[in-house]
Nanobody
Framework: QVQLVESGGGLVQAGGSLRLSCAAS????????MGWFRQAPGKEREFVAA????????DFADSVKGRFTISRENGKNTVYLQMNSLKPEDTAVYYC?????????????WGQGTQVTVSS
């Protein structure tokens, strides 16, 4: 059974930083692009960031460009989302996802999510 398990969420003040991790039980982890999405209360789930299988390409939503970075360690089946200069509008449940390729937004697998709350 495939599992994506997020960790690292929490409560932080505006301007602070958090690092999310996603550990995947995918045997073919290195063949998947990996992404992060988020869903705020009352809003639809939206794309945040993605990284290609090799780590050589990344993509970000305009709202997080310059503040968030994404990275992966294929040897550990783990993808990370470093979030800096956090804003209250970044408050959401953050989901890890396994994508067929970067640039697609229909994941094969989802994690259960981790809550990020940014206080003003």
């Amino acid at each position: 059974q495939v599992q994506l398990v997020e960790s690292g969420g929490g409560l932080v003040q505006a301007g602070g930083s958090l690092r999310l991790s996603c550990a995947a039980s995918l045997r073919t982890f290195s063949r998947y692009a990996m992404g992060w999405f988020r869903q705020a209360p009352g809003k639809e789930r939206e794309f945040v960031a993605a990284i290609s299988w090799s780590g050589g390409s990344t993509d970000f939503a305009d709202s997080v460009k310059g503040r968030f970075t994404i990275s992966r360690e294929n040897g550990k089946n783990t993808v990370y989302l470093q979030m800096n200069s956090l804003k209250p509008e970044d408050t959401a449940v953050y989901y890890c996802a396994a994508l067929k390729q970067i640039g697609t937004f229909d994941p094969d697998y989802w994690g259960q999510g981790t809550q990020v709350t940014v206080s003003s």
